[in-house]
């Protein structure tokens, strides 16, 4: 299975991505945030500019589609729709940015959305922990709320969306297993 995990900044993505690849023995693909900054040597992302922050999404679309496929399953902590929702966030004043990223996301030879590549994708409400600014993560609650509403935006035409209803760790992964196993065992999610 493709599973992907969308949400805003820390709403539960990472962990429960990383959960279900330990228990399905899927492989775990990383959202690659983290890896551009130290290897750009960028402390906090606030600080970049525009053509900056552009240059950092082209790069994990780029990364994202590269890893992905080359994997017949796997987990990943972030869904395109995630990237388009920050790249549009970041980019949405600029007119020529926001031109470039349209072009790429319209020309790319995955498809507009490119969510449809993926079998399931669980959408992690905001709000549900308190989260540290640690220069990838903001702790502001609007900003995260506008994440939030921007990924929802964008999955809206998906059907392979299951939106997590429960908090806990331990209660939305067992929302996870019964989606993963009406999945698995009729095509379909048990909704």
């Not at 449809?116 to 502001?140: H, M, T």
């Amino acid at each position: 299975m493709k599973i992907a995990f969308a949400g805003s900044g820390g709403s539960g993505k990472t962990t429960l991505a990383k959960l279900v690849a330990e228990k399905y023995g899927i492989p775990y693909v990383r959202e690659g945030v983290r890896s551009y900054m130290k290897e750009n040597n960028i402390s906090h992302l606030r600080g970049l500019s525009p053509e900056k922050a552009f240059e950092m999404q082209m790069w994990l679309f780029s990364k994202k589609v590269e890893i992905e496929s080359k994997h017949d399953s796997f987990v990943t902590c972030r869904s395109y729709a995630c990237h388009y929702a920050y790249a549009l966030r970041w980019l949405g004043r600029e007119e020529l940015l926001q031109k470039k990223l349209q072009n790429y996301v319209v020309g790319n030879p995955y498809g507009q959305t490119q969510d449809d590549l993926y079998d399931i994708i669980f959408f992690c409400p905001w709000g549900a922990f308190e989260i540290e600014d640690d220069g990838v993560r903001s702790s502001l609650k609007m900003y995260q709320l506008e994440i939030s509403y921007l990924i929802t935006g964008i999955l809206n035409c998906q059907d392979n969306v299951h939106r997590l209803l429960s908090v806990g760790v331990d209660e939305r992964m067992e929302e996870i297993d019964r989606v993963i196993k009406g999945i698995l065992l009729n095509g379909v999610s048990d909704e």
